[in-house]
């Protein structure tokens, strides 16, 4: 019998924490046994780092210690890295190269597709596809600076806690979203959080592109609370609420409100699919792959009522809200479930608390 020691899935962005913790169900799925969150004051976590110590430590113990979460006493926590401070690269390389061959060959690329040093980042890298046809391997490597890592273990270790893994959030979202019936599609994510969006494209399975940008849920709101004169909490009960639905008066105003950014989003969003459609990556996939079937929507930004239908609208390409609960066979916590709606904020801790069990196994 495989013993699964409690382990935490840890989201870290500048503006909160999100914490998730699963027990292992049957046939691939899991339980969630415990989540919860805590906003973090400005400052707090700035440029992917930890500047105030004092405050994370503040808000993590907050969020642990807090009865009504219901998290079991461990050490053990997996988190996330910031999207924007790392390289993520899918590289081609021939399938003649074997042992060290391969390893120097990876080094040499990687170095050639980051802007910094061997010496100045961590790297892990992943064969996720055998071509025979062409004869190569599709690669993912994804590369972080050491002074990133470092800040982050010195922190997690000096305060009593044992990391079993460090991962950027595209590859945990991935996780969490997909369930493997879709491998054979290409999809652009949206992952819309409260300071950045970011944009995966998942292909074949295998994450073959990320950007981000500052068109983001906060920035929506501000722009209802300048426009309303409303506040924060009040603009995002707005959101959910009256949406974007021009069937209502309040609906038809967010809209013209709110038409700059979305627009720029939606913008954002055709450029990545032009790209993807006729750039030579998508070459050597199979005939589904090389078109993007949909749009998904994920984090709380997502949550915007309408977002979906408005932009699929805009693209021209279905457009679905993403399911971070797929993989969860029972979301009953503590007599309160856990709404798909509600998952949308959780998308990188589920995939987080995912891995653990993988890695185990």
Do not use: C
Request: net charge negative; hydrophobic share 40%.
């Amino acid at each position: 019998m495989q013993f699964f020691p409690p382990s935490l899935g840890l989201d870290i962005s500048e503006t909160s924490i999100k914490l998730v913790n699963l027990k292992k169900g049957e046939k691939g799925f899991f339980d969630l046994a415990a989540f919860g969150k805590e906003y973090l004051s400005p400052g707090t976590i700035a440029e992917g780092e930890i500047k105030n110590q004092d405050a994370f430590s503040a808000a993590l113990s907050s969020v642990l210690e807090n009865e009504k979460n219901g998290f079991p006493k461990t050490k053990f926590i997996t988190a996330s890295l910031p999207e924007d401070r790392a390289f993520l690269r899918v590289l081609e390389l021939p399938l003649a190269l074997k042992g060290s061959e391969l390893e120097n060959a990876l080094k040499f690329e990687i170095e050639a597709n980051i802007p910094l040093t061997l010496a100045e980042v961590y790297y892990d890298y992943e064969i996720v596809k055998t071509d025979a046809v062409s004869a190569h391997y599709d690669i993912m490597v994804s590369a972080v600076p050491k002074k990133i890592v470092d800040a982050y273990l010195s922190f997690f270790n000096g305060h009593g806690y044992q990391i079993l893994a460090l991962e950027v959030e595209s590859t945990a979202a991935q996780r969490s979203l997909f369930s493997g019936r879709e491998a054979q599609e290409s999809v652009l994510v949206l992952d819309i959080g409260s300071a950045i969006t970011r944009f995966m494209i998942i292909s074949e399975g295998m994450l073959r592109f990320t950007s981000s940008n500052s068109v983001a849920g906060n920035r929506f709101s501000q722009t209802l609370t300048e426009h309303f004169s409303l506040n924060l909490k009040e603009a995002e009960f707005m959101k959910r609420v009256a949406g974007l639905d021009k069937n209502q008066h309040r609906g038809r105003e967010m809209l013209e409100v709110l038409k700059p950014g979305l627009a720029a989003l939606a913008g954002q969003v055709k450029d990545y699919i032009n790209f993807f459609e006729t750039h030579p990556t998508s070459h050597g996939l199979s005939e589904n792959a090389q078109k993007i079937s949909k749009v998904m929507l994920t984090g709380g930004g997502a949550a915007l009522w309408g977002l979906a239908d408005w932009l699929r609208q805009e693209v021209g390409v279905p457009t679905i809200l993403g399911n971070p609960l797929i993989r969860i066979r029972s979301n009953d916590f503590a007599g309160a479930r856990m709404s798909v709606e509600d998952s949308l904020s959780y998308t990188t801790a589920i995939g987080l608390a995912i891995r653990n069990f993988e890695e185990i196994a």
